[in-house]
């Protein structure tokens, strides 16, 4: 939509999008919990994966500013919350895809929805394109298709298709933004409780990443925003991964353990597995109680020093044996995709087919949770509906 919106300012153009779904914007309405977390004002090049330097270009010359400008113009009002997201006043998604979708009815911009490309060939100098309502000629054509994430909402794998029909590679893809399938022996018991934690990836003694935010215990492992962030690095790690968790990153070691020597001597009738009263989720409280093998037979004065050192070594770093992430059906993202160097970054013009740009998702480019992969589809659109020039 971007991107035709773009073109469609020289009025020359006549501009065609092609939507193979039902209606424009479909997987919009998802986003941001169906609030549409449209972008975030600290977008830059550190936050994304993949071709980040790649993506500078696009980043700088569309910026998270100019996004908000843009909206704004189209009647779009927008609040910014923690961490530089930024929704919709209406905390509605549907919002910023009604906005979009008006702005589309322009004169020289014809929409097909429930279009879905079949084929697209190099015709003379421009390209020809098959869909089932017969076959259309272009003189530049943007690839906009997306990944494969979010295969429920319509993620599918055209993109890549068309474009490797172009001459384009692409690198392995992984499920990013999605959930952490982990041993579920504890996880299991826990499914529904939220907690804000210091989470670690690691494999053995090493720490490979390390986010902090907000977690939630599903039945199949953990999920949660400081999950998404991390499930990047868990889909592509391999082997071996471990998630260590820490429910008082606020505290250190020794700090901890003076508040469960405080609770064993103000409260010393309480069960010993609800020392973590007060501090944490009772639910969470009693499984960390278990993980370090403290029982409620006991009393919280019955507590030994060691007991007390391993309550506090439970609850800083509570590991969880990682067997996976959610696959594309769930995920928000594709991490990875059409090779960025195949394409010039001043423009997102194909270096192997002139005339043929591509943008978005698609390409090998990711980022973070929080509203950077869309600020990545405006930033890019924005540069590929340009058309090189």
């Given at each position: 939509?971007?991107?035709?919106?773009?073109?469609?300012?020289?009025?020359?153009?006549?501009?065609?999008?092609?939507?193979r779904q039902a209606?424009?914007?479909?997987?919009?309405?998802a986003?941001?919990n169906?609030?549409?977390?449209?972008?975030?004002?600290?977008?830059?090049?550190?936050?994304?994966?993949?071709?980040?330097?790649?993506?500078?270009?696009?980043?700088?010359?569309?910026?998270?500013?100019?996004?908000?400008?843009?909206?704004?113009?189209l009647?779009?009002?927008c609040?910014?919350?923690y961490?530089?997201?930024?929704y919709p006043?209406?905390n509605?998604?549907?919002?910023?895809?009604?906005?979009?979708?008006?702005?589309?009815?322009?004169?020289?911009?014809?929409v097909?929805?429930?279009c879905?490309?079949?084929?697209?060939?190099?015709?003379?100098?421009g390209?020809?394109?098959?869909?089932?309502e017969?076959?259309?000629?272009?003189d530049?054509?943007?690839?906009?298709?997306?990944?494969?994430?979010?295969?429920?909402?319509?993620g599918?794998?055209?993109?890549?298709e068309?474009l490797?029909?172009l001459?384009h590679?692409r690198?392995?893809?992984?499920?990013?933004?999605?959930?952490?399938?982990?041993d579920t022996a504890?996880?299991?018991?826990?499914?529904?409780?939220?907690?804000?934690?210091?989470?670690?990836?690691?494999r053995?003694?090493?720490?490979?990443?390390?986010?902090?935010?907000e977690l939630?215990?599903t039945?199949?492992?953990?999920?949660?925003?400081?999950?998404?962030?991390?499930?990047?690095?868990v889909?592509?790690?391999?082997?071996?991964?471990?998630?260590?968790?820490?429910?008082?990153?606020?505290?250190?070691?020794e700090?901890?353990?003076?508040?469960?020597?405080?609770?064993?001597?103000?409260?010393?009738?309480?069960?010993?597995?609800?020392?973590?009263?007060g501090?944490?989720?009772?639910?969470?409280?009693?499984?960390?109680c278990?993980y370090?093998?403290?029982g409620?037979?006991?009393?919280?004065?019955?507590?030994?020093?060691t007991?007390?050192?391993?309550?506090?070594a439970?609850?800083?770093?509570?590991?969880?044996?990682?067997?996976?992430?959610s696959?594309?059906?769930?995920?928000?993202?594709?991490?990875?995709?059409?090779?960025?160097?195949?394409?010039?970054?001043?423009?997102?013009?194909?270096?192997?087919?002139?005339?043929?740009?591509?943008?978005?998702e698609?390409?090998?480019?990711?980022?973070d949770?929080?509203?950077?992969?869309?600020?990545?589809?405006?930033?890019?659109?924005r540069?590929?509906?340009?058309?090189?020039?």
């Open positions: 939509m971007m991107a035709a919106l773009t073109a469609a300012q020289d009025g020359e153009n006549r501009v065609t999008l092609m939507e209606r424009v914007g479909r997987k919009l309405l986003t941001g169906g609030r549409c977390n449209l972008t975030n004002t600290e977008a830059g090049p550190e936050h994304y994966h993949g071709g980040a330097d790649f993506a500078e270009c696009a980043l700088r010359a569309f910026t998270p500013e100019d996004t908000l400008s843009f909206f704004e113009g009647g779009l009002l609040s910014r919350e961490g530089g997201r930024v006043r209406s509605q998604a549907n919002s910023v895809v009604d906005v979009l979708r008006f702005a589309l009815e322009r004169p020289n911009i014809r097909l929805t429930g879905a490309v079949e084929s697209v060939k190099r015709c003379g100098m390209f020809a394109v098959d869909c089932a017969g076959e259309f000629r272009a530049k054509l943007v690839v906009a298709c997306g990944g494969c994430a979010g295969s429920k909402l319509g599918v794998m055209d993109g890549y068309i490797a029909s001459g590679s690198t392995a893809l992984y499920p990013a933004l999605t959930q952490v399938r982990t504890y996880p299991r018991s826990l499914k529904g409780v939220r907690a804000s934690c210091c989470v670690s990836l690691r053995g003694k090493k720490k490979l990443e390390q986010k902090t935010g939630l215990f039945e199949t492992g953990v999920s949660g925003t400081v999950i998404f962030e991390l499930s990047r690095a889909a592509c790690g391999g082997e071996g991964l471990e998630l260590s968790l820490d429910f008082m990153p606020y505290m250190d070691s700090a901890v353990l003076r508040h469960l020597r405080a609770r064993r001597e103000n409260a010393p009738e309480l069960p010993a597995n609800q020392i973590f009263v501090a944490l989720h009772n639910r969470l409280g009693q499984m960390l278990k370090a093998g403290v409620g037979d006991l009393t919280a004065s019955q507590l030994g020093e007991q007390l050192q391993n309550l506090a439970a609850c800083r770093d509570f590991r969880l044996r990682v067997t996976g992430v696959g594309f059906e769930s995920a928000q993202v594709t991490a990875g995709g059409i090779k960025t160097g195949e394409f010039v970054p001043e423009t997102l013009e194909s270096r192997l087919a002139p005339g043929l740009f591509a943008c978005g698609v390409l090998d480019v990711d980022g949770c929080g509203g950077y992969n869309l600020q990545w589809a405006w930033s890019s659109g540069l590929a509906g340009r058309l090189g020039k």
